[in-house]
């Protein structure tokens, strides 16, 4: 005998999308076994809801600073796609350093780890397309000569002088010395072979941030390193990341349950960041509407919400008893478990917007990846 299906009031699934935010708890935090699933309710995925349910959502576009939502999705698949952005989309980054001469007080170990971690730029194409993936030898085997499709040779020549033009009673290194400060525009690109096919003039590999200090130098301290710079993933190291952030939070949500009115509006206002609550006058008509709450106050300022996103969910606002008192509570908190606002910022190899794209094909690559060995477990099984 088939088991009589539930069907949730649409009450009740706002109400489990909602996570309460109290004074000192935060409640309805727990999931299922399953996500999305209940028991006795039909909760079958399907393409077609999933399609009219989900949406993405641009606050900002800039090349290296992106800012979106994800609606409609599980926790485990933004929690995918913000680790593959962290450490599975490629990226350029100096992986061996060979020391010619460092007479700086950095030692060597300590500047190659410096160098490492400066992100570099150049023709996306080239960097996408043209470099190869440069493959380690094993343990013991010896290193395997570079090639230009799968290396790039960097070098940093710099020596610190006297300015025989600075004043005698000059006191700042930057005018006394000649190279007293090393950045990452002093790191120059050496093509070879068919890079300059694809690195040359605007599109040449650089730094990122060109005014990255590196070394300080007084006169006589010499810095000559060559470097060989290679694709890699952030998993392997973070150097390789091409992200300097990429993170995501819950939507906030704020529902004003009383009016908030008068001096208590303004209160109300300065306990949320700018932008968030703004003061509204109370109409004719509202004041007039019987059970509102503003019967008699018309004129009077009101708080209302203008923007929930800005919110940092600080609860400053239940600190304050004329907001939170038990029984009489005029505000409630919250956040929406399946609106997920990212925040991605690159270093400069992928646009940011670019960098989600490619997120998602590489999950869908490790999707089709265990569809195929499901079904050859599938086939191994008969």
């Not at 706002?14 to 708890?25: D, P, Y």
């Not at 020596?159 to 930057?174: F, S, V």
């Not at 478990?337 to 869908?364: A, K, Y």
């Amino acid at each position: 005998m088939a088991r009589n299906t539930i069907i949730p009031s649409q009450v009740v699934i706002e109400q489990r999308k909602r996570v309460g935010i109290q004074l000192e708890t935060v409640t309805n935090v727990s999931g299922t076994d399953f996500p999305g699933n209940y028991p006795d309710e039909d909760h079958a995925w399907d393409v077609i809801k999933f399609a009219e349910n989900f949406k993405v959502e641009f606050h900002t576009l800039a090349p290296w600073d992106a800012s979106f939502s994800l609606i409609g999705l599980d926790a485990s698949v933004a929690n995918a796609f913000r680790r593959i952005l962290i450490a599975e989309i490629p990226s350029l980054a100096i992986e061996w350093c060979f020391v010619n001469n460092n007479t700086s007080i950095i030692q060597d170990e300590v500047l190659a780890a410096r160098l490492g971690l400066v992100p570099f730029t150049g023709n996306r194409v080239g960097l996408l397309d043209f470099l190869k993936w440069y493959k380690k030898p094993a343990e013991g085997e010896e290193k395997v000569e570079g090639t230009d499709y799968n290396t790039v040779v960097l070098d940093l020549q710099i020596e610190c002088t006297h300015n025989k033009d600075a004043a005698r009673n000059e006191r700042d290194p930057l005018k006394k010395y000649n190279n007293a400060h090393v950045y990452a525009r002093d790191i120059k690109f050496i093509p070879f072979g068919r890079q300059a096919e694809h690195f040359s003039g605007e599109n040449a590999i650089r730094p990122t941030n060109p005014d990255i200090l590196l070394a300080k130098l007084r006169p006589g301290q010499v810095i000559d390193i060559q470097m060989h710079a290679i694709k890699g993933v952030g998993s392997d190291h973070a150097k390789f990341s091409p992200v300097a952030t990429a993170s995501y939070r819950l939507l906030p949500t704020i529902d004003i349950l009383r009016p908030i009115l008068g001096q208590d509006a303004v209160k109300f206002k300065k306990c949320f960041p700018a932008g968030v609550i703004g003061l509204e006058t109370v109409t004719k008509k509202e004041a007039a509407q019987k059970g509102s709450g503003y019967e008699g106050h018309e004129g009077e300022k009101k708080a209302v919400v203008f923007d929930a996103m800005k919110d940092t969910v600080s609860r400053e606002c239940l600190r304050h008893e004329e907001f939170n008192k038990k029984g009489e509570e005029k505000v409630k908190l919250g956040r929406v478990r399946d609106h997920f606002i990212f925040s991605v910022e690159s270093v400069g190899q992928w646009n940011s917007d670019e960098m989600f794209l490619e997120s998602i094909r590489h999950l869908r690559t490790k999707c089709e990846s265990l569809k195929a060995d499901l079904a050859d477990l599938k086939m191994k099984g008969t």
